[in-house]
């Protein structure tokens, strides 16, 4: 609801709050403030549903549509980090455009009528490239990172008042109008403290102190830190957070990041939450008296350019939130949140008026009674038991409990929502190749192993990656000399020395005499790497080319700013007459980055300063090589991608923009099960995509292309095939409703409790494709007991004969259609006294 509406509502208390007009407008500032049971805002308690967006992760054409969407979720919130590295790229000076265009985003987020929770961190972690630090703040001398430190600090405050001044110049700010109801200082300090003692405590006492001191006139909000000073809140972040307590009676009891799924990892399978049990531990938290609650993420988006943090965080940053990585709604997680988040609004009056009385049902089952003086009643029934159904009495009723699920009561009596029935419909979603005039035709561009005259300074010994690059690129050159007498013995038996490269990571391809002699890599869990290979040496001098490659810096981790990437050593080679020759402390001559980034390749003057080999001469599996092709836009609505399955490792370009780094010919390691929502989630459980690319396709946002002749640019590290490269459209394939015929609806409650109708409604199942499609054909339809999930619905023992008809008849030609759950609709009752649902997929073109 728009400040400027919830004022008007509360005419009561507007005299209690102080109301200012802005110079340049009306904007109506409310008071926000806290107690035990809520955010207070202009005197009202609310219980507020948040999501995370993190605006550098989409584009500003992008955020109008994602607010929205969030809004139309039922969100009231709007959560975002602040990204320190994209606004201060180095000391001073600042960047704010583009899609990190912060002022744009809050506006926006105000435009759609909706709050702000601003998370200034600005330590940030978010699987961010260094966890949100410049590079550049890790070479201020006597700097040590979040901690009792001078130079740090200093920092921090000049940052932190930076983006609170900004907020404040625009009026940005709830106490001044704007949008903005909370802020965020630090990010889940609390376990760092404990690790630190001392100066760990002093530092986030000032850190609380300085932001506090800012005056911005909201709350302050520190998340996964149990000591946070007053007035600032502690909140919790997690899968769970029912069991979470603030740490004072007269703080609300807050969720700042609910775990919609967790971010994938290059090597590491895709991760997916089942709706039903995201649904479930919030309801257990508002239940428990939780009174603002955040998705983390509502929208994940894509880590653009080298963004990702890690080490190997994948590009995508999908999060299997409720809103994919390309912004489309995913269902049926969207939906059947949307649908909680009603229930719940309906259930605020009664639930921001005390604590609830709990009473035991049974073993595992519970009763939380809201109620308000006024008369107000909410109830949450609870079975905590995954494995089976329990019927409990509550009042006067009896009522029926999925496992591992909770129902909404709004008026103690009627059941609304149950988390683990999901009205909402599911859809599949498809990427179709975009067919390309003529196709992409590509030319290449040898980049080669570099050579001593271009290589910037030579040392005794090996160098730290990080401290030598400052990030500048991902890659680093490390280049030495093998002599070689012609009488080793080798030459003769032809049996090669080994050579052992010993790295602290992230990736390494190893270049004997200008050929590729081995690639290694690590992973998130293990960056380090090591590796042993025969090489071919020649008597007399041989050339050993290192090239290092960093795949995002850490965000997380104590002191995560000291650890280490490259070659580190040892160097050794064995198999020589005198056994083992030792490589590390021998001259070794250092490049920083590629010559195609020295000559900008990716950009459209760059790309055209070097000789590029055409069409059949374009090498295939040739590693070092840089590819470019231009395509025209397409037509349609749907988002675009790259599908780079074709390829190994890399860097992609469109129009001189970095899509991110792609890595598809990294396969996810792990186990991929079956995927049970009832029982406790954990990051292992679900997991999607095993012996598959952890990430074969890359968003290619619609607001960078133009109609004709865009550049892509792709940086092959490993060889891979560019002809197997294609421009891909997302889209809804097919859409599947599984419902219950007596499945509790909103809709159902809110019509007889307004007396418009006397017995209850049946639900409806609605179908939906997506913008510009239509439902082509119904692939199943079964009301009785059909079994299986969307994709392989069967029919069970009991089907009415003509389910397909009312689809085939108000859907088939239509973008989207809602059809009755009732016999009626489907030619009769097919097997009376049965508990009957329907289970239908459509197929959308
Ligand atoms: C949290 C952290 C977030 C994010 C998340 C995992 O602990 O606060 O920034 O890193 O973990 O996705």
């Given at each position: 609801?728009?400040?400027?509406?919830?004022?008007?509502?509360?005419?009561?208390?507007?005299?209690?709050?102080?109301?200012?007009?802005?110079?340049?407008?009306?904007?109506?500032?409310?008071?926000?403030?806290?107690?035990?049971?809520?955010?207070?805002?202009?005197?009202?308690?609310?219980?507020?549903?948040?999501?995370?967006?993190?605006?550098?992760?989409?584009?500003?054409?992008?955020?109008?549509?994602?607010?929205?969407?969030?809004?139309?979720?039922?969100l009231?919130?709007?959560?975002?980090?602040?990204?320190?590295?994209?606004?201060?790229?180095?000391?001073?000076?600042?960047?704010?455009?583009?899609?990190?265009?912060?002022?744009?985003?809050?506006?926006?987020?105000?435009?759609?009528?909706?709050?702000?929770?601003l998370?200034?961190?600005?330590?940030?972690?978010?699987?961010?490239?260094?966890?949100?630090?410049p590079?550049?703040?890790?070479?201020?001398?006597?700097?040590?990172?979040?901690?009792?430190?001078?130079?740090?600090?200093?920092?921090?405050?000049?940052?932190?008042?930076?983006?609170?001044?900004?907020?404040?110049?625009?009026?940005?700010?709830?106490?001044?109008?704007?949008?903005?109801?909370?802020?965020?200082?630090?990010?889940?300090?609390?376990?760092?403290?404990?690790?630190?003692?001392?100066?760990?405590?002093?530092?986030?006492?000032?850190?609380?102190?300085?932001?506090?001191?800012?005056?911005?006139?909201?709350?302050?909000?520190?998340?996964?830190?149990?000591?946070?000073?007053?007035?600032?809140?502690?909140?919790?972040?997690?899968?769970?957070?029912?069991?979470?307590s603030?740490?004072?009676?007269?703080k609300?009891?807050?969720?700042?990041?609910?775990?919609?799924?967790?971010?994938?990892?290059?090597?590491?399978?895709?991760?997916?939450?089942?709706?039903?049990?995201?649904?479930?531990?919030?309801?257990?938290?508002?239940?428990k008296?939780?009174?603002?609650?955040?998705?983390?993420?509502?929208?994940?988006?894509?880590?653009?350019?080298?963004?990702?943090?890690?080490?190997?965080?994948?590009?995508?940053?999908?999060?299997?939130?409720?809103?994919?990585?390309?912004?489309?709604?995913?269902?049926?997680?969207?939906?059947?949140?949307?649908?909680?988040?009603?229930?719940?609004?309906?259930?605020?009056?009664?639930?921001?008026?005390?604590?609830?009385?709990?009473?035991?049902l049974?073993?595992?089952e519970?009763?939380?009674?809201?109620?308000?003086?006024?008369?107000?009643?909410?109830?949450?029934?609870?079975?905590?038991?995954?494995?089976?159904?329990?019927?409990?009495s509550?009042?006067?009723?009896?009522?029926?409990?999925?496992?591992?699920?909770?129902?909404?009561?709004?008026?103690?009596e009627?059941?609304?929502?149950?988390?683990?029935?999901?009205?909402?419909?599911?859809?599949?979603?498809?990427?179709?190749?975009?067919?390309?005039?003529?196709?992409?035709?590509?030319?290449?561009?040898?980049?080669?192993?570099?050579?001593?005259?271009?290589?910037?300074?030579?040392?005794?010994?090996?160098?730290e990656?990080?401290?030598?690059?400052?990030?500048?690129?991902?890659?680093?050159?490390?280049?030495?000399?093998?002599?070689?007498?012609?009488?080793?013995?080798?030459?003769?038996?032809?049996?090669?020395?080994?050579?052992?490269?010993?790295?602290?990571?992230?990736?390494?391809?190893?270049?004997?005499?200008?050929?590729?002699?081995?690639?290694?890599?690590?992973?998130?869990?293990?960056?380090?790497?090591?590796?042993?290979?025969?090489?071919?040496?020649?008597?007399?001098?041989?050339?050993?080319?290192?090239?290092?490659?960093?795949?995002?810096?850490?965000?997380?981790?104590?002191?995560?700013?000291?650890?280490?990437?490259?070659?580190?050593?040892?160097v050794?080679?064995?198999?020589?007459?005198?056994?083992?020759?030792?490589?590390?402390?021998?001259?070794?001559?250092?490049?920083?980055?590629?010559?195609?980034?020295?000559?900008?390749?990716?950009?459209?003057?760059?790309?055209?300063?070097?000789?590029?080999?055409?069409?059949?001469?374009?090498?295939?599996?040739?590693?070092?090589?840089?590819?470019k092709?231009?395509?025209?836009?397409?037509?349609?609505?749907?988002?675009?991608?790259?599908?780079?399955?074709?390829?190994?490792?890399g860097?992609?370009?469109?129009?001189?923009?970095?899509?991110?780094?792609?890595?598809?010919?990294?396969?996810?390691?792990?186990?991929?099960?079956?995927?049970?929502y009832?029982?406790?989630?954990?990051?292992?459980?679900?997991?999607?995509?095993?012996?598959?690319?952890?990430?074969?396709?890359?968003?290619?946002?619609?607001?960078?292309?133009?109609?004709?002749?865009?550049?892509?640019?792709?940086?092959?590290?490993?060889?891979?095939?560019?002809?197997?490269?294609?421009?891909?459209?997302?889209?809804?394939d097919?859409?599947?409703?599984?419902?219950?015929?007596?499945?509790?609806?909103?809709?159902?409650?809110?019509m007889?409790?307004?007396?418009?109708?006397?017995?209850?409604?049946?639900?409806?199942?609605?179908?939906?494709?997506?913008?510009?499609?239509?439902?082509?054909?119904i692939?199943?339809a079964?009301?009785?007991?059909?079994?299986?999930?969307?994709?392989?619905?069967?029919?069970?023992?009991?089907?009415?004969?003509?389910?397909?008809?009312?689809?085939?008849?108000?859907?088939?030609?239509?973008?989207?259609?809602?059809?009755t759950?009732?016999?009626?609709?489907?030619?009769?009752?097919?097997c009376?006294?049965?508990?009957?649902?329907?289970?239908?997929e459509?197929?959308?073109?």
């Amino acid at each position: 609801m728009g400040l400027k509406k919830l004022a008007m509502r509360n005419n009561g208390v507007l005299l209690l709050v102080v109301v200012l007009f802005s110079l340049w407008g009306c904007s109506v500032s409310a008071s926000v403030s806290y107690d035990s049971k809520a955010i207070v805002i202009n005197g009202q308690r609310r219980i507020l549903i948040s999501g995370s967006i993190h605006y550098p992760r989409s584009t500003p054409e992008m955020w109008p549509d994602l607010i929205q969407k969030a809004k139309d979720g039922g969100l009231d919130v709007i959560q975002t980090y602040v990204f320190w590295n994209g606004h201060e790229p180095s000391p001073g000076k600042y960047y704010f455009e583009g899609n990190y265009d912060l002022v744009k985003f809050v506006k926006l987020v105000q435009q759609a009528g909706l709050y702000m929770h601003l998370r200034i961190g600005p330590y940030v972690c978010a699987e961010w490239n260094f966890g949100g630090f410049p590079v550049w703040l890790k070479y201020i001398p006597g700097i040590r990172f979040r901690t009792d430190n001078g130079p740090f600090k200093a920092q921090m405050e000049k940052f932190t008042r930076k983006i609170v001044n900004m907020m404040k110049a625009e009026r940005l700010f709830a106490s001044e109008g704007g949008p903005i109801i909370l802020s965020q200082i630090e990010n889940e300090y609390g376990p760092m403290e404990y690790e630190l003692g001392a100066p760990g405590k002093a530092y986030s006492n000032w850190a609380a102190h300085m932001a506090v001191g800012l005056g911005t006139g909201v709350p302050w909000v520190m998340c996964k830190q149990d000591d946070a000073p007053d007035p600032i809140i502690n909140a919790c972040n997690g899968f769970y957070c029912d069991y979470f307590s603030p740490n004072k009676a007269y703080k609300p009891k807050m969720w700042t990041e609910a775990w919609t799924a967790w971010y994938t990892e290059f090597g590491g399978p895709v991760p997916k939450r089942p709706a039903e049990d995201l649904a479930f531990a919030v309801a257990r938290f508002i239940q428990k008296g939780g009174a603002f609650i955040n998705y983390y993420m509502y929208h994940g988006g894509t880590n653009f350019g080298r963004t990702a943090g890690g080490p190997f965080i994948a590009t995508s940053y999908d999060y299997d939130a409720p809103l994919d990585e390309y912004g489309l709604l995913r269902q049926p997680k969207w939906g059947h949140l949307k649908d909680l988040h009603r229930a719940i609004k309906l259930c605020e009056p009664a639930l921001v008026s005390g604590d609830p009385t709990v009473t035991q049902l049974g073993n595992y089952e519970q009763a939380h009674v809201f109620k308000s003086k006024s008369g107000a009643c909410a109830a949450f029934l609870a079975n905590y038991n995954p494995n089976s159904f329990a019927k409990v009495s509550f009042g006067n009723m009896h009522y029926n409990l999925p496992p591992w699920s909770i129902s909404i009561l709004p008026d103690c009596e009627n059941t609304v929502y149950n988390t683990a029935r999901v009205g909402a419909q599911s859809s599949t979603m498809k990427m179709t190749r975009v067919p390309i005039h003529g196709g992409l035709s590509w030319q290449a561009y040898n980049e080669q192993t570099a050579s001593y005259e271009e290589t910037s300074f030579t040392v005794s010994g090996l160098l730290e990656q990080i401290n030598t690059t400052r990030d500048a690129s991902d890659y680093l050159w490390y280049m030495t000399d093998v002599k070689i007498d012609p009488s080793e013995e080798f030459l003769r038996s032809g049996k090669y020395p080994v050579l052992t490269v010993s790295s602290a990571g992230h990736a390494l391809h190893v270049f004997v005499n200008g050929q590729l002699a081995g690639t290694s890599y690590g992973s998130l869990e293990f960056p380090k790497l090591t590796l042993s290979k025969g090489v071919n040496l020649r008597a007399g001098i041989n050339t050993i080319a290192l090239l290092s490659i960093a795949v995002g810096l850490p965000n997380v981790g104590p002191h995560f700013e000291t650890w280490n990437a490259g070659v580190l050593g040892p160097v050794t080679l064995n198999g020589l007459n005198e056994g083992r020759r030792d490589l590390s402390w021998q001259k070794w001559s250092y490049k920083v980055g590629l010559r195609g980034e020295a000559l900008s390749l990716h950009s459209l003057t760059g790309s055209s300063s070097v000789d590029w080999i055409q069409g059949s001469l374009v090498a295939r599996k040739q590693p070092l090589t840089w590819f470019k092709t231009s395509f025209d836009a397409p037509a349609g609505y749907a988002p675009l991608a790259l599908d780079m399955g074709s390829m190994g490792k890399g860097q992609i370009w469109i129009n001189g923009q970095s899509l991110g780094r792609y890595w598809p010919a990294y396969k996810a390691q792990g186990s991929c099960g079956g995927c049970d929502y009832a029982g406790t989630y954990n990051e292992k459980k679900c997991l999607s995509n095993c012996g598959d690319a952890s990430q074969r396709w890359y968003h290619v946002p619609k607001s960078w292309l133009k109609p004709t002749g865009n550049l892509l640019v792709v940086f092959e590290e490993w060889g891979g095939d560019p002809n197997g490269v294609f421009l891909v459209r997302r889209d809804v394939d097919t859409v599947c409703a599984d419902i219950y015929e007596w499945q509790p609806t909103l809709m159902n409650w809110q019509m007889q409790s307004s007396g418009k109708v006397d017995k209850p409604l049946r639900p409806k199942a609605h179908l939906s494709c997506g913008a510009g499609q239509k439902i082509s054909k119904i692939k199943f339809a079964s009301f009785g007991t059909p079994e299986g999930a969307c994709g392989s619905f069967r029919e069970g023992s009991c089907h009415a004969h003509h389910s397909y008809d009312a689809f085939e008849r108000l859907c088939v030609g239509q973008n989207s259609c809602s059809v009755t759950v009732a016999a009626e609709m489907f030619g009769g009752d097919p097997c009376p006294s049965v508990m009957k649902k329907l289970s239908v997929e459509a197929i959308c073109t």
